[in-house]
Protein backbone atom coordinates (compact mmCIF):
# COMPACT_ATOMS: atom_id res chain seq x y z
CA UNK A 1 0.00 0.00 0.00
CA UNK A 2 1.07 3.30 -0.87
CA UNK A 3 -1.68 4.91 1.40
CA UNK A 4 -3.54 4.33 4.23
CA UNK A 5 -7.01 3.53 3.36
CA UNK A 6 -10.20 0.64 3.30
CA UNK A 7 -9.62 -1.94 0.48
CA UNK A 8 -12.97 -1.60 -2.22
CA UNK A 9 -11.89 -4.03 -4.63
CA UNK A 10 -9.27 -6.94 -4.67
CA UNK A 11 -8.91 -8.64 -8.51
CA UNK A 12 -10.00 -12.38 -8.44
CA UNK A 13 -8.42 -15.33 -6.41
CA UNK A 14 -5.05 -16.76 -5.64
CA UNK A 15 -4.09 -18.29 -9.03
CA UNK A 16 -6.32 -15.87 -11.28
CA UNK A 17 -4.61 -14.50 -14.13
CA UNK A 18 -4.45 -11.06 -14.82
CA UNK A 19 -3.35 -8.42 -17.60
CA UNK A 20 -0.60 -5.40 -17.63
CA UNK A 21 -2.36 -2.71 -16.52
CA UNK A 22 -5.31 -4.12 -15.01
CA UNK A 23 -6.24 -3.37 -11.08
CA UNK A 24 -5.63 -5.24 -8.74
CA UNK A 25 -6.22 -3.58 -5.41
CA UNK A 26 -8.59 -0.30 -5.15
CA UNK A 27 -8.50 1.90 -1.88
CA UNK A 28 -11.89 3.56 -0.96
CA UNK A 29 -11.26 7.12 -2.27
CA UNK A 30 -14.78 9.29 -1.46
CA UNK A 31 -12.81 10.84 1.04
CA UNK A 32 -10.81 12.11 -1.73
CA UNK A 33 -12.88 12.95 -3.91
CA UNK A 34 -14.49 15.59 -1.61
CA UNK A 35 -11.38 16.76 -0.94
CA UNK A 36 -10.43 16.78 -4.74
CA UNK A 37 -13.56 18.87 -5.39
CA UNK A 38 -13.02 21.62 -2.54
CA UNK A 39 -9.49 22.09 -3.88
CA UNK A 40 -11.12 22.84 -7.21
CA UNK A 41 -13.22 25.09 -5.90
CA UNK A 42 -10.35 26.62 -3.43
CA UNK A 43 -8.32 27.08 -7.23
CA UNK A 44 -11.26 28.72 -9.08
CA UNK A 45 -11.48 31.15 -5.74
CA UNK A 46 -7.88 31.89 -6.06
CA UNK A 47 -7.59 32.73 -9.64
CA UNK A 48 -10.38 35.14 -9.32
CA UNK A 49 -8.81 36.39 -6.91
CA UNK A 50 -5.65 36.79 -9.31
CA UNK A 51 -7.66 38.08 -11.61
CA UNK A 52 -9.65 40.76 -9.95
CA UNK A 53 -6.22 41.75 -8.33
CA UNK A 54 -4.84 42.83 -11.64
CA UNK A 55 -7.95 44.49 -12.43
CA UNK A 56 -8.00 46.53 -9.47
CA UNK A 57 -3.95 47.73 -9.68
CA UNK A 58 -5.14 48.44 -13.47
CA UNK A 59 -7.93 50.82 -12.16
CA UNK A 60 -5.63 52.51 -10.02
CA UNK A 61 -2.59 53.06 -12.03
CA UNK A 62 -5.22 54.46 -14.79
CA UNK A 63 -7.62 56.22 -12.02
CA UNK A 64 -5.48 57.49 -9.58
CA UNK A 65 -6.77 57.61 -5.94
CA UNK A 66 -10.56 56.33 -7.49
CA UNK A 67 -11.89 54.86 -4.13
CA UNK A 68 -11.00 58.27 -2.45
CA UNK A 69 -12.68 60.05 -4.99
CA UNK A 70 -15.93 58.03 -5.62
CA UNK A 71 -17.00 58.87 -1.96
CA UNK A 72 -18.11 62.20 -2.15
CA UNK A 73 -19.17 61.63 -5.91
CA UNK A 74 -16.07 63.39 -7.38
CA UNK A 75 -15.64 66.08 -5.08
CA UNK A 76 -12.05 65.25 -3.40
CA UNK A 77 -10.35 65.16 -6.85
CA UNK A 78 -11.27 69.06 -7.19
CA UNK A 79 -10.60 69.76 -4.09
CA UNK A 80 -7.54 67.60 -4.27
CA UNK A 81 -6.11 69.45 -7.26
CA UNK A 82 -5.76 72.92 -4.49
CA UNK A 83 -5.31 70.80 -1.62
CA UNK A 84 -2.75 68.37 -2.59
CA UNK A 85 0.15 70.76 -3.05
CA UNK A 86 -1.15 73.17 -0.39
CA UNK A 87 -0.75 69.69 1.87
CA UNK A 88 2.98 69.08 -0.19
CA UNK A 89 3.69 72.51 0.13
CA UNK A 90 3.22 72.61 4.33
CA UNK A 91 5.15 69.33 4.57
CA UNK A 92 1.41 67.24 5.36
CA UNK A 93 1.70 64.99 2.94
CA UNK A 94 3.53 63.66 -0.12
CA UNK A 95 1.12 62.89 -3.62
CA UNK A 96 3.96 61.03 -5.64
CA UNK A 97 4.62 58.96 -2.23
CA UNK A 98 1.06 58.14 -1.13
CA UNK A 99 0.49 56.92 -5.09
CA UNK A 100 3.74 54.70 -4.88
CA UNK A 101 2.29 53.41 -1.64
CA UNK A 102 -0.79 52.57 -3.32
CA UNK A 103 0.50 51.01 -6.43
CA UNK A 104 3.18 49.09 -4.45
CA UNK A 105 0.07 48.12 -2.01
CA UNK A 106 -1.55 46.76 -5.19
CA UNK A 107 1.13 44.83 -6.57
CA UNK A 108 1.23 42.84 -3.13
CA UNK A 109 -1.93 42.02 -3.42
CA UNK A 110 -1.28 40.72 -7.12
CA UNK A 111 1.96 38.75 -5.70
CA UNK A 112 -0.56 37.18 -2.84
CA UNK A 113 -2.97 36.28 -5.13
CA UNK A 114 -0.64 34.70 -7.45
CA UNK A 115 0.96 32.68 -4.69
CA UNK A 116 -2.69 31.42 -3.70
CA UNK A 117 -3.17 30.11 -6.88
CA UNK A 118 0.25 28.40 -7.01
CA UNK A 119 -0.67 26.87 -3.55
CA UNK A 120 -4.15 25.86 -4.62
CA UNK A 121 -2.39 23.89 -7.54
CA UNK A 122 -0.11 22.27 -5.16
CA UNK A 123 -3.08 21.04 -3.47
CA UNK A 124 -4.92 19.44 -6.50
CA UNK A 125 -1.67 17.84 -7.64
CA UNK A 126 -0.81 16.13 -4.48
CA UNK A 127 -4.82 15.05 -4.09
CA UNK A 128 -5.03 13.49 -7.67
CA UNK A 129 -1.11 11.89 -6.90
CA UNK A 130 -3.15 10.27 -3.97
CA UNK A 131 -5.50 9.19 -6.40
CA UNK A 132 -3.61 7.50 -8.51
CA UNK A 133 -1.78 5.91 -5.55
CA UNK A 134 -5.63 5.26 -4.30
CA UNK A 135 -5.16 1.50 -6.85
CA UNK A 136 -2.38 -0.80 -7.75
CA UNK A 137 -2.13 -1.72 -11.57
CA UNK A 138 -0.71 -5.24 -12.44
CA UNK A 139 3.32 -4.08 -13.75
CA UNK A 140 2.93 -7.10 -15.99
CA UNK A 141 1.16 -10.02 -17.10
CA UNK A 142 0.78 -12.90 -14.18
CA UNK A 143 -1.58 -14.66 -11.72
CA UNK A 144 -2.09 -14.03 -7.95
CA UNK A 145 0.17 -16.03 -5.66
CA UNK A 146 -1.56 -15.18 -2.36
CA UNK A 147 -3.54 -12.43 -1.03
CA UNK A 148 -3.05 -11.01 2.15
CA UNK A 149 -5.87 -8.01 2.13
CA UNK A 150 -9.87 -8.32 1.40
CA UNK A 151 -12.44 -5.92 0.64
CA UNK A 152 -13.42 -3.85 3.72
CA UNK A 153 -9.75 -4.48 5.16
CA UNK A 154 -8.01 -1.60 6.17
CA UNK A 155 -4.45 -0.75 5.38
CA UNK A 156 -1.54 1.08 5.79
CA UNK A 157 1.55 2.30 3.62
CA UNK A 158 3.83 -0.51 3.32
CA UNK A 159 1.91 -2.95 4.53
CA UNK A 160 1.78 -5.37 1.51
CA UNK A 161 -1.62 -6.37 -0.47
CA UNK A 162 -1.18 -9.20 -2.58
CA UNK A 163 1.49 -11.56 -3.95
CA UNK A 164 2.03 -11.72 -8.01
CA UNK A 165 4.03 -13.97 -10.12
CA UNK A 166 5.08 -13.72 -13.62
CA UNK A 167 4.78 -17.70 -14.80
CA UNK A 168 5.08 -16.76 -18.87
CA UNK A 169 9.19 -17.49 -17.62
CA UNK A 170 8.74 -21.01 -15.15
CA UNK A 171 11.81 -22.67 -14.61
CA UNK A 172 11.76 -25.89 -12.55
CA UNK A 173 14.99 -27.24 -10.40
CA UNK A 174 14.91 -30.43 -9.25
Known amino acids: AQMPGDVDF?????????????????????????????????????????????????????NPNSQANSMLGGAPSLFGMFSDPARSIMGQGDPDLERGSTLYARRIQIETAANAVNQANAALQEIDEALQNAVSYAPFDGVIVKKMVAQGDVVQPGMPLVTFADIGRLQVRV
Not at 28 to 51: H, I
Open 10 to 62: VAGSEGDAFKRGQALIALDTKSLRAKREQAVSQLASAEAAYRNSLVQYEHELR
